[in-house]
């Protein structure tokens, strides 16, 4: 058993390609924190390598770690554009989750216009992965217009008793067309 960069390798990960095969075989079985750590070592020895790069974004986009998902789509992006044409689609996905809404538009925006008719991603993908950064795009621009407003022009209001109460009500939803809401309450008999 080695330790390198305080991760335990099993001695048959002896150099890059047997991390490789460890990491691979934990994200086949969507074990993304674990895959993340072995690619993590593995980026380290071949820092230029694409794949790696990519991989180790997808594992920390699928466990919710935005800033290091969006470094790594980058440096894909950085190293290969064309083996990976999703890379610039995931990265403005995770500036937007960062609520980096103005950096967000602009790459879904040029992801939008680069793919219009672009060979790279398969045609029968391309309609809805260009319908959904459309979507996401404008969400964007809501969110910037949004940013700008404060909360008394945003139209909240605080609903009179029995929606709010003096103890813990939080998650509205509205639940039917009548307008009923159904909120979580700290309510005795709730």
């Given at each position: 058993m080695v330790i390198w960069l305080g991760l335990q390798i099993p001695g048959i990960a002896q150099d890059a390609g047997d991390?490789?095969?460890?990491?691979?075989?934990?994200y086949e079985n969507e074990q993304f924190h674990s895959?993340?750590?072995y690619y993590q070592v593995a980026v380290g020895l071949q820092p230029h390598n694409p794949e790696i790069?990519?991989?180790?974004?997808?594992?920390y986009r699928s466990v919710f770690d935005y800033p290091l998902a969006a470094?790594?789509?980058q440096r894909t992006m950085e190293l290969d554009k064309i083996s990976f044409?999703?890379?610039p689609f995931y990265s403005a996905q995770m500036e937007k989750s960062m609520g980096n809404f103005k950096k967000a538009r602009d790459?879904?925006?040029q992801f939008i216009k680069s793919n219009q008719k672009s060979r790279s991603i398969p045609v029968a993908e391309r309609p809805a992965l260009i319908a959904q950064a459309e979507i996401e795009m404008e969400g964007s621009i809501w969110a910037i217009e949004q940013l700008g407003k404060s909360w008394r022009d945003m139209g909240f209001r605080l609903l009179p008793e029995p929606v709010n109460s003096i103890n813990n009500d939080y998650a509205a939803v509205p639940s039917d067309a009548q307008g009923s809401i159904t909120i979580t309450?700290?309510?005795k008999g709730a």
């Amino acid at each position: 058993m080695v330790i390198w960069l305080g991760l335990q390798i099993p001695g048959i990960a002896q150099d890059a390609g047997d991390l490789l095969k460890i990491a691979d075989a934990y994200y086949e079985n969507e074990q993304f924190h674990s895959a993340a750590q072995y690619y993590q070592v593995a980026v380290g020895l071949q820092p230029h390598n694409p794949e790696i790069n990519y991989r180790l974004a997808q594992c920390y986009r699928s466990v919710f770690d935005y800033p290091l998902a969006a470094n790594y789509y980058q440096r894909t992006m950085e190293l290969d554009k064309i083996s990976f044409p999703l890379a610039p689609f995931y990265s403005a996905q995770m500036e937007k989750s960062m609520g980096n809404f103005k950096k967000a538009r602009d790459q879904f925006e040029q992801f939008i216009k680069s793919n219009q008719k672009s060979r790279s991603i398969p045609v029968a993908e391309r309609p809805a992965l260009i319908a959904q950064a459309e979507i996401e795009m404008e969400g964007s621009i809501w969110a910037i217009e949004q940013l700008g407003k404060s909360w008394r022009d945003m139209g909240f209001r605080l609903l009179p008793e029995p929606v709010n109460s003096i103890n813990n009500d939080y998650a509205a939803v509205p639940s039917d067309a009548q307008g009923s809401i159904t909120i979580t309450s700290g309510r005795k008999g709730a």
